[in-house]
């Protein structure tokens, strides 16, 4: 009855049983007018033309070359891939004969949805030669035995860009028993059928609860007239107390949704409680109290249980839980506050938040337990003094703690108390002499006034601090290595808790600058020799350097040096000539260059790229010749090379870049 009601839709939607409908719009690109109709006789055997003309004007201009009609448009393999169903309308479309009953209604449906099988059917043309920012109006005329006739002319539009249409208007719902339904404003002539989103609670997200969409149809009342039903969409079996929120959209003919409609929540109200749990069962230890329960009625609309509890008999219950208790669990853990006598009640609560108490439970709770291990013990230390600290713990009845203390090594037998009676603030210090070297390990532990004892806390380790600097190095000489890299040496620093060296630098040659660190990463202890890679010749610097201890104690600055790099004159390379040469005839590249004989050379790598790539890529292997020629070249294209020149000690001399172009290429 449902598929039917949606059959009967379409007649109204489509005008079959009204009028004709020419729609229009511009696609998501922007770059195409989409015109589609719908007409009484839905398949034109002559086919129809579609005309165009700019508001204003008089004359109509023709769109199409050749007549619209069914079966003229071929679809592609692609779209049939794409669209698993479409080969199978097709095959039914292909005849006019199929196009009857439901399966001619199946085929209407699918032309909302598909825009290739609507092109298939002669239903759909696109308009690209319009121009931008034109406000237009199209006709549409059928052709029948040779004569063209007027059909549908469309509403105006102005070709600036793609506009989703927008979503459902004037939406209104009544909630009932476990549902809500919903009703809209029905626009046929702007969206075909409606999909509807819901999310239940305030988190989570939206999910589609409408299989198929939802499309309009009016049935005749009893007095033969055509109205729609009194609601258009029921979403039931729905929980009370819980909100929900919904969300719709429109689905064009062009099968493009419209932009989600404004949220709506909805809320149904249950005011009948649950019953409350049958029987309860308790343990406790210490001042943790388990309680159980069972129910042997579960509601469909439980949605938990509230644990109360009072020190006042059988009055002034308070909660306990801070959430519900799950229906699967009905367990709950309390740890009570104080030691003494105490009333719980367990009770049932739905989702609109109905509560129904059991009879209450008395329970006497006894003092057997001991504090909790402290937590976060530290210790910062500082001249003749090493300062204690800690979380404190969470006990009413605590009555101070206990402080333990060992030397050098972490061992139970061998922590002695040093406080008498507890100390019951969370601080502590111990003042030492200030040249004490030994490492000092402490616990604490927690009594209550009960004197029940805590666990010992973690242990927490510290010696007094070193205050004393490493003395100043000394800084032996400067000197230039092979690579005319600066060599720094020094005589090495004798502390045993030496953690290494920075060395410092100055540029001398235009303006004294600041000393800067030269070193990224400190330079080991053991380490007396650094090689600053960073120099530049021809440049005087002057040096220093620092020593630091394992505590980031910072030594005297050292004597400073200077020294200054010349660069080797005859480890230069010259490249006096290169040049490019193209042969068009044996479409190649000759390269050629020359060097200064006196250079010594370790090879000749020449690197090349086109002129759209961003880097050179190497075109030989190690050359010992002064000549190339580049096979690997086209017509038409722009080379650039350069010339790369290694001498014996690895030194780089690059050429000026050489751009050649081989000409135009050839045409067939």
Known sequence: MFRYLKYLLIFFVIGLEAQD???????????????????????????????????????????????????SYSVSQEAKLIDKELSSYITIAADPKNLKD?????????????????????IRFDDVNFIKGKEYEYKLTRIKQGIEADVAISSKIVASGYKPIEPQKEISFTTGKKKVSFLWK?????????????????????????KDPIILSKTKTKDGKEEYGKEFFVDSKLRGGVKYYYQFLAIDFFGDVSEKSETIEVYIKDLEAPIAPDSVYKTQQGRRVSLRWKKKNIEDDLAGFNVYRTTKNDTDYVRINKELVSVGDSVFIDSVPHFGSYMYAISAVDYDKNESRSNPFFLEIYDDEPPVKPKNLTISADTGVLRLSWEKNPEDDLEGYLIYRTINENSADNYVKITPVPVTTNSYEERLPSNTKNKFLYKIVAVDQSLNKSPYSDFAAASMPDVKAPNAPFLKTLAANEKEQIQVEWLLNAEPDLAGYNVFRRNMTDSVENFEKVNTRLIPFDSYRYIDRTANLETVYEYYLVALDSTGNISKSSNKQKIKIRKRQDDLVEIKRFEAKYDKRNQQISLKWMLDEESELKGIILYKRNSNDNYFFPLTGVLQDNVYKDKDVSSGNNYIYQLRVYNKRGDVFKSDQLEIRTGKPQTK
Request: charged share 25%; hydrophobic share 35%.
């Open 21 to 71: 409908n020419l729609l229009c719009r511009v696609s998501p690109d922007g770059n195409v007018v989409q015109v589609k109709w719908y007409c009484a006789e839905l398949l034109s055997k002559e086919g129809v033309n579609i005309y165009r003309r700019e508001i204003g004007e008089i004359t109509w201009q023709k769109l199409n070359q050749a007549p619209v009609k069914h079966g």
């Open 102 to 122: 439901l399966a001619f209604l199946a085929c209407i449906i699918k032309s909302f949805k598909s825009d290739e099988f609507s092109k298939f059917l002669g």
């Open 186 to 210: 029905p626009e046929s002539s702007r969206y075909f059928g409606t999909d509807i989103y819901r999310r239940i609670g305030d988190t989570g997200t939206f999910v589609k609860i409408t």
